[in-house]
């Protein structure tokens, strides 16, 4: 199949002669193509330019294309969310109610909430259940544009349930039209009948989990929660080169309640990311620009805990590449609109407009190390991309808390037109 969108008022293309994530300045170089236009064959771009070009290029092509009208509209990169807890049981908002009448996170999490809680619920969920509720998630993920999905496990902190996260999750990347990209999380928090015990269920995540992840091929990549009163830095450095060896890429949940070295730790083990970082050191944020560990910021969850914010714009003053992501999940950022976490970007980290785009294509790509395949429109990748209704990129922001994803094309398939899910 052929498709050639025409007459946009905008195509922002995200291209760059920048290998690797953007980094400073480069956050704010969008590449935007006036009247732009997209070819697409199969799954794959051809070219992006004016009309004329391509008219000129691939005549046959163009002539033999389905044809996109985007007049009035703007035309850019495939979103990509690139930190969910997307496959879970039950839903937390009691929890939310105790957090408006005063309770803390952690105080929520002692009492038998928080990750426990949503462990009780993944682990009585059938299959099939988890299978059709986070289907229902990932149908509206895609109606706000969003074409890429990362899903950790980590609700079940027993095998068979993590088994069950990461299966659902492979069967959705095989039967949806979102991509689906795993993470395992087996160390998202010590089970109550470890308590006291917390080393015993470190070295069952290493000696017991891992292995049979990798061997099953159920994730690419090792997350854990490194967090007083969860896992310790001695215990998370341990979890993941655990997983390194192993051939699962590192990932961790760093300096998100209290300043805890996740940051430093992150750059030390050579993690592809560090996620959260509300409380992250000027010392941490250092090493992760030198390491080149992107940040995966997650201003949803700070806005939902009426917490700090992390500090966007000085990380990305300071060198560090940033991402953002929704952290989908049932206890501490229950949404599935990117676009209105991109505006609270926007409003409380510092990001600019082109940033927080930047933030959610290219470098939410790399996060997720597919910044060869997805995150900008180029010739040769992936056919992932999304038509927007409004006139210029900056009212998307402007019109804030709005989805205004009005088609959706994915490896080159139209799946979303007039907000409607095909």
């Given at each position: 199949m052929t498709i050639l969108i025409k007459n946009a008022n905008e195509v922002i293309t995200l291209k760059s002669e920048v290998q690797g994530p953007r980094i400073k300045e480069q956050m704010r170089a969008i590449a935007v193509i006036e009247d732009g236009s997209v070819l697409l064959q199969e799954n794959r771009i051809v070219a992006v330019g004016s009309y004329e070009q391509l008219a000129i290029d691939f005549p046959h092509l163009v002539e033999e294309a389905d044809v996109i009208d985007a007049t009035g509209k703007i035309v850019m990169p495939g979103l990509v969310d690139c930190h969910t807890h997307l496959v879970h049981g039950g839903t937390r908002e009691q929890e939310f109610n105790m957090r408006l009448n005063g309770s803390t996170y952690m105080e929520i999490m002692n009492a038998g909430g928080g990750i426990h809680a949503t462990t009780?619920?993944?682990?009585?969920?059938?299959?099939?259940?988890?299978?059709?509720?986070?289907?229902?998630?990932?149908?509206?993920?895609?109606?706000?544009?969003?074409?890429?999905?990362?899903?950790?496990?980590?609700y079940g902190l027993d095998w068979e349930t993590e088994k069950k996260q990461l299966e659902?999750?492979?069967?959705?990347?095989?039967?949806?039209?979102?991509?689906?990209?795993?993470?395992?999380?087996?160390?998202?928090?010590?089970?109550?009948?470890?308590?006291?015990?917390?080393?015993?269920?470190?070295?069952?995540?290493?000696?017991?989990?891992?292995?049979?992840?990798?061997?099953?091929?159920?994730?690419?990549?090792?997350?854990?929660?490194?967090?007083?009163?969860?896992?310790?830095?001695?215990?998370?450095?341990?979890?993941l080169e655990a997983g390194k060896a192993l051939g699962l890429t590192p990932k961790i949940h760093a300096d998100e309640i209290e300043p805890y070295n996740g940051a430093e730790l992150a750059a030390e083990v050579g993690a592809i990311s560090a996620e959260h970082l509300l409380v992250a050191s000027d010392e941490g944020i250092q090493s992760m620009a030198e390491a080149g560990t992107i940040a995966v910021l997650l201003p949803g969850t700070a806005f939902f805990l009426r917490a700090p914010f992390a500090r966007g714009r000085l990380m990305i003053d300071e060198g560090v590449p940033v991402a953002i992501s929704t952290d989908f999940n049932p206890g501490s950022s229950p949404t599935v609109s990117l676009p209105f976490i991109m505006n609270l970007a926007c409003m409380h980290m510092g990001l600019t407009l082109e940033e927080v785009l930047t933030a959610t294509t290219i470098n939410a790509a790399y996060a997720l190390n597919r910044g060869h395949e997805i995150g900008s429109l180029e010739a040769g990748k992936q056919g992932d991309v999304i038509i927007l209704d409004v006139a210029n990129y900056k009212q998307l922001q402007y019109f804030y808390g709005m989805n205004h994803t009005h088609t959706v094309i994915k490896k080159g398939q139209v799946v979303v037109r007039d907000g409607i899910l095909l």
């Open positions: 009780k619920r993944t682990r009585e969920t059938s299959f099939e259940a988890l299978y059709e509720k986070t289907k229902q998630h990932l149908d509206v993920f895609l109606k706000h544009g969003v074409t890429t999905v990362e899903a950790k496990s980590g659902v999750a492979k069967k959705l990347q095989d039967t949806h039209a979102v991509d689906v990209i795993s993470t395992f999380m087996g160390a998202h928090a010590v089970p109550r009948d470890f308590k006291g015990r917390e080393d015993e269920f470190v070295d069952v995540v290493m000696h017991d989990m891992l292995p049979k992840v990798a061997q099953l091929k159920l994730a690419e990549f090792n997350d854990v929660f490194c967090e007083k009163g969860v896992f310790t830095p001695a215990q998370s450095r341990r979890i």
